[in-house]
């Protein structure tokens, strides 16, 4: 631990932890574990890689409102950055995602307006360009700003080779949002590890890469219409309901050398093995992309070096399905447990 001028200074550097029950004998199961950032996830990066870029750029002026649109990890990212740099921030987000984001994001300062669920990732992205140009704001532009994959290829990616450095990372395991973490952590890996071969987890339920429908763009780079093969998934911050320019990039760019399917319930039970049987607290594409890693791990050749990346806290899915079946109140065993001993009995009512 250091001194730090910021928060903004503690971002990135996060550990990588080493999955030691849940690990099948014979490979090396590691997790990259993005809570550790200030603001609990990997959208940490972007927010601070996408605002440092525009304020050098000239493209941010001091004092502009910032807007995004954003499912929360990216909004709450930002709030900090803007908190901390002095920015107002408007963040459009869709009414079906956590409560706990949206008071996460406000208690930080941002201003959240909601968009309709029914209007999907799309049309919540139209409504900010739609606010940007009429209030002449800044729009930070997660899914296609080059700085997004840029800030993980000089963060993520470098933290990840010096962490196996003088070994082969055999396998690099990620999920994509925005695929800022997929393109610039691939962009370098083929480049500085070419031997680690680089997988892609979707949810079963939204395979767009899989189907190899097209995604259809606006001049901008923007996505024009929603992809065919989208359905809702529990994976909150995977997988919007279209293919991001990055995420795009990446493709073309041959950065994935195998994809697999997660469904939603194994996400959910490995987010939730990982904090029973290892301590390791995350949300759940974390889970999902840990699913991923178990099916690689299953077949890797003895010895392997795995790592997984894990996105965000689990903290963040107190309301949502990730805790749906843990109990507020005492079960019947914890009751009898409690009952177990005669020592404390009851005070008499006054
Ligand atoms: N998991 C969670 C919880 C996220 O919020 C995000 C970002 N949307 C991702 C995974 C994917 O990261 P990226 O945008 O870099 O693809």
Partial sequence: MARYDSIL????????????????????????VEAFNPLGSVKDRLALGVIEAAERSGELKPGQT????????????????????????????????????RRLMRFLGAKVLLSPAAHRATGMILKTEELAKAHGWFMTRQFENP??????AKT???????????????????????GGTLNGVGRVLREKSPKTRIVVCEPADAG?????????????????????????????????????????????????DQLIATPGPEAIRLSQALATQEGIFCGITSGATFAGALQIAATAPKGA??????????????????????????????????????????????
């Avoid at 200074?9 to 990259?32: W, Y």
């Fill in 9 to 32: 200074g503690t971002v990135g550097n996060t550990p990588v932890v080493r999955i030691n029950r849940l690990a099948p004998a014979g490979v090396n199961l590691f997790v990259k």
């Fill in 66 to 101: 910032i807007i995004e649109a954003t499912s929360g990890n990216t909004g709450i990212g930002l709030a900090m950055v803007c908190a901390a740099k002095g920015y107002p921030l408007v963040i459009v987000m869709a009414d079906s995602f956590s409560v706990e984001r």
């Fill in 147 to 152: 700085a997004n994959a840029d800030f993980h």
């Fill in 156 to 178: 993520t990616a470098q933290e990840i080779l010096k962490d196996f450095e003088g070994e082969t990372l055999d396998y690099w395991v990620t999920g994509y949002g925005t």
């Fill in 208 to 256: 767009l890469i899989a189907s190899g429908a097209p995604q259809a763009y606006n001049a901008n780079g923007t996505p024009a219409g929603g992809h065919p093969a989208w359905k809702p998934h529990p994976m909150q911050g995977w997988t919007p309901d279209f293919i991001a320019k990055l995420t795009s990039d990446a493709v073309s760019a041959k950065y994935v």
């Fill in 305 to 350: 070096n795995i790592l997984a990346m894990l996105p965000d806290t689990g903290e963040r899915y107190l309301s949502t399905p990730l805790f749906a079946d843990v109990p507020a109140d005492m079960t019947e065993e914890e009751t009898a447990l409690y009952r177990s001993t005669p020592m404390f009995t009851e005070p008499a009512a006054a």
